[in-house]
């Protein structure tokens, strides 16, 4: 009977695994061939063409290594999770700051809401349409990268949302601590301000972006299977 | 017998498929769906483990060792509840292609 371990352990020596996990694949595997091993040996086959035949079973032991190696170490560089709902997600943030950050600088003067309608005293809310306008490619870029990464719908929903949970987070803080606290930390927010700022950083972008967004998620679904 | 080209695509599948109806070590994976698929789909060592790896790294499948009643050890795999719910889409995906091409191949004969 051939020591398995031994000869598969002899082929994987080289191995960049650590040692427990060597050892762990190196048992998995001659055990496998043992096993072939053996079913060859119960149809009669000699021992030493039962032997060849289970060891043909890998033409080429360096790339099996190679293999094992990226199946059990490289995918830990990046997850699913990752892939199909951080990097999009921080793309789409990281993407609609920048522009926001541009459009603040070199863009036109926003809408800005006041109390008595839209004029330029008593400001409670400020909307950048030039922003919103881009954030339907952002949120095109979001689906589109959650949805090649293999995301599901809800992957894909996050990641193009993603540049307003900041906002949603801050709001949801925000307006009961104010409304709580009242002129304590806030006496000049007005009740409107709370109200409309959502409206203007969470609800009007998020639309936007779903806008941009849905239709690509919509084209990646229907699309047909490729081979 | 189904060329290397197609294969590839199915093995996800068919180790999927087979974890569906129980936990099973790696040798009797390749057991079972070299027997299921009348030997069109065959798993080697060395074309089978880098893949259980992979889809135990993904979450999808889950591997524990175990001692059999001859006192061997082995290490056998479930799917996990992430598993599962993943093998539902790709079977569908896979249906839809396989529907695709039988209606192609039927209108050419016809």
């Keep these: 009977m051939p020591d398995w371990e031994a000869i598969v352990g002899e082929r994987l020596a080289d191995s960049s695994l650590a040692p427990e996990e060597r050892r762990e694949v190196v048992t998995e595997l001659a055990g496998h061939l043992e096993e072939a091993f053996e079913q060859l040996r119960v149809e009669g086959l000699s021992e030493e063409t039962a032997m060849e035949l289970a060891f043909s079973q890998v033409k080429n032991w360096q790339s099996l290594r190679r293999k094992i190696q990226k199946a059990r170490m490289e995918e830990d560089v990046m997850t699913d999770r990752v892939k199909q709902v951080w990097l999009p997600g921080f793309v789409t943030l990281f993407l609609s700051m920048m522009l926001l950050m541009a459009i603040q600088f070199f863009g036109p003067h926003p809408l800005i809401v006041s109390m008595s309608g839209w004029r330029t005293t008593a400001p409670v809310a400020v909307i950048y349409v030039p922003w919103l306008l881009s954030l339907l490619p952002i949120g095109a870029i979001g689906a589109y990268l959650a949805g090649r990464a293999g995301g599901s719908l809800r992957a894909t929903l996050l990641s193009i949302a993603f540049p307003v949970l900041p906002y949603s987070v801050f709001s949801a803080i925000w307006i009961p601590v104010s409304l709580i606290l009242g002129d304590h930390i806030s006496h000049n927010t007005m009740p409107s301000a709370l109200l409309l700022g959502p409206l203007a950083w969470v609800v009007l972008p998020g639309v936007a972006l779903l806008a941009g967004g849905l239709p690509v998620q919509l084209l990646r679904s229907r699309r047909p299977a490729s081979v | ?110």
């Design chain 2, 1 to 110: 017998m189904i060329g290397p080209g197609i294969k590839r695509g199915t093995a996800e599948l068919a180790v999927l498929s087979v974890l569906g109806d129980g936990p099973l070590h790696g040798y009797e994976m390749a057991r079972r769906i070299e027997e299921q698929t009348h030997g069109s789909l065959r798993f080697t060592l060395a074309s089978l483990y880098p893949l259980l790896y992979k889809l135990e790294k993904r979450g999808w499948l889950r591997g524990a060792w175990e001692t059999s009643d001859t006192g061997r050890r082995r290490r056998c795999y479930r799917l996990t509840s992430e598993g599962k719910k993943k093998l539902v889409p790709i079977r569908r995906e896979w249906d839809e292609l396989f529907r695709a091409l039988h209606r192609l191949t039927k209108e050419r004969h016809a």
